[in-house]
C-alpha cells in the first residue's frame, strides 16, 4: 500500500503555515493537526516539521488541537506547556486498544498502548490539557475494551474522551476487508456483521453523527451499569451517551482571543 511505503514530506510547511496565517482573509480559528496523517510519525523525528509548525503557532498564538497515535509528543513538551499556559493547545492520545499485539496488527509503526498511556501521563502532569480518542472503534474487534481504555486514561489525567466508530468510504473498504480476513481470519465474518448491525447493513455511513461521539467524562461518577445492558453492537455507544450526560463544567477550551500576527513582527 502506498501510504504503508511512501511519505510525502512537506518540507516547506513551517513557512507555508505562517503565510496562510497572515492572510487578510484568515479568521482565526482552531486548527487541527493530524487530521489525516499523524504529525507525530517516525518521520517527524528525523523532519521535525511539527515542532517547527508549533514554534509558529506559539509565536502567532494560533490556537490547535493535536491528534496522535505516537508518544513521540512529549518530545515537544517545552512548546506545549507554553502554549497550554496560554490556552491555545489541546491534545488526543489515540488508544485503540490496551492488547500490544493488536495494536501491532491494527497499527503498526506507532508507539505501543503503555507508551501511549505514558504520554497521557505526562503530558496531564505537565498542564497540557489532554484526552483520550477511542478511534477507531471496530465493533467485534475492540469495542469490548472501552471499558478497559477509559479507566486506565482516566489513571493516567485524560480530563476528555472521544471515539470513532471505523470508517470505510470508498476504496478503504476493500483494503479493511483485505486486512481484516488476513490478520483476524476467525473473526473476519463476525465483525463484518457487527458492524453492518450499527449502520442499517452497511458497512459505511457518512451520515452526519453516524461515526463518533465526543464526551468531557466526569470520572469520578462514571457508571458502567449500562455495559452489556443493550444490544453487544450498542453497547461501546451507549457507554459513551452514559457519560455524556455528566460533563464536566471545567472542561478546557483552546481560544483565539491571543492572536497575534498581524499585530507583532514576523522572523525569518
Same mark, same amino acid.
Given at each position: 500500500?502506498?501510504?504503508?511505503?511512501?511519505?510525502?514530506?512537506?518540507?516547506?510547511?513551517?513557512?507555508?503555515?505562517?503565510?496562510? +496565517? &497572515? =492572510? *487578510?482573509?484568515?479568521?482565526?480559528?482552531? !486548527?487541527?493537526?493530524?487530521?489525516?496523517?499523524?504529525?507525530?510519525?517516525? %518521520? /517527524?523525528?528525523?523532519?521535525?516539521?511539527?515542532?517547527?509548525?508549533?514554534?509558529?503557532?506559539?509565536?502567532?498564538?494560533?490556537?490547535?488541537?493535536?491528534?496522535?497515535?505516537?508518544?513521540?509528543?512529549?518530545?515537544?513538551?517545552?512548546?506545549?506547556?507554553?502554549?497550554?499556559?496560554?490556552?491555545?493547545?489541546?491534545?488526543?492520545?489515540?488508544?485503540?486498544?490496551?492488547?500490544?499485539? +493488536? &495494536? =501491532? *496488527?491494527?497499527?503498526?509503526?506507532?508507539? !505501543?498502548?503503555?507508551?501511549?498511556?505514558?504520554?497521557?501521563?505526562?503530558? %496531564? /502532569?505537565?498542564?497540557?490539557?489532554?484526552?483520550?480518542?477511542?478511534?477507531?472503534?471496530?465493533?467485534?474487534?475492540?469495542?469490548?475494551?472501552?471499558?478497559?481504555?477509559?479507566?486506565?486514561?482516566?489513571?493516567?489525567?485524560?480530563?476528555?474522551?472521544?471515539?470513532?466508530?471505523?470508517?470505510?468510504?470508498?476504496?478503504?473498504?476493500?483494503?479493511?476487508?483485505?486486512?481484516?480476513?488476513?490478520?483476524?481470519?476467525?473473526?473476519?465474518?463476525?465483525?463484518?456483521?457487527?458492524?453492518?448491525?450499527?449502520?442499517?447493513?452497511?458497512?459505511?455511513?457518512?451520515?452526519?453523527?453516524?461515526?463518533?461521539?465526543?464526551?468531557?467524562?466526569?470520572?469520578?461518577?462514571?457508571?458502567?451499569?449500562?455495559?452489556?445492558?443493550?444490544?453487544?453492537?450498542?453497547?461501546?455507544?451507549?457507554?459513551?451517551?452514559?457519560?455524556?450526560?455528566?460533563?464536566?463544567?471545567?472542561?478546557?477550551?483552546?481560544?483565539?482571543?491571543?492572536?497575534?500576527?498581524?499585530?507583532?513582527?514576523?522572523?525569518?
Amino acid at each position: 500500500m502506498d501510504f504503508e511505503t511512501k511519505i510525502i514530506v512537506k518540507h516547506d510547511a513551517p513557512k507555508l503555515f505562517r503565510e496562510f +496565517l &497572515a =492572510r *487578510d482573509s484568515w479568521k482565526p480559528e482552531p !486548527i487541527t493537526f493530524s487530521g489525516v496523517t499523524d504529525c507525530f510519525q517516525p %518521520a /517527524e523525528r528525523q523532519f521535525r516539521l511539527t515542532r517547527q509548525c508549533l514554534e509558529v503557532a506559539l509565536e502567532c498564538r494560533q490556537p490547535v488541537s493535536i491528534v496522535t497515535k505516537n508518544a513521540l509528543v512529549v518530545r515537544d513538551l517545552p512548546i506545549l506547556m507554553q502554549m497550554a499556559s496560554l490556552h491555545l493547545v489541546h491534545v488526543f492520545v489515540s488508544i485503540t486498544t490496551l492488547d500490544p499485539r +493488536l &495494536a =501491532r *496488527d491494527m497499527e503498526p509503526r506507532t508507539s !505501543i498502548p503503555s507508551a501511549r498511556l505514558r504520554a497521557v501521563a505526562m503530558l %496531564a /502532569e505537565a498542564g497540557v490539557p489532554v484526552g483520550v480518542m477511542v478511534a477507531p472503534v471496530i465493533p467485534g474487534l475492540n469495542d469490548a475494551e472501552i471499558p478497559s481504555i477509559l479507566e486506565a486514561a482516566q489513571k493516567a489525567g485524560a480530563m476528555t474522551a472521544n471515539y470513532i466508530l471505523l470508517r470505510l468510504p470508498l476504496d478503504v473498504e476493500s483494503v479493511f476487508i483485505e486486512w481484516l480476513e488476513r490478520t483476524q481470519p476467525l473473526k473476519a465474518a463476525r465483525v463484518l456483521q457487527r458492524i453492518r448491525e450499527t449502520r442499517n447493513g452497511k458497512l459505511n455511513s457518512s451520515a452526519w453523527g453516524a461515526n463518533g461521539w465526543s464526551v468531557q467524562v466526569s470520572w469520578q461518577n462514571r457508571s458502567r451499569t449500562c455495559f452489556g445492558c443493550s444490544s453487544a453492537s450498542m453497547a461501546w455507544m451507549e457507554i459513551f451517551r452514559l457519560q455524556h450526560g455528566r460533563l464536566s463544567a471545567t472542561a478546557s477550551r483552546v481560544g483565539t482571543d491571543a492572536f497575534l500576527l498581524k499585530t507583532r513582527p514576523l522572523h525569518g
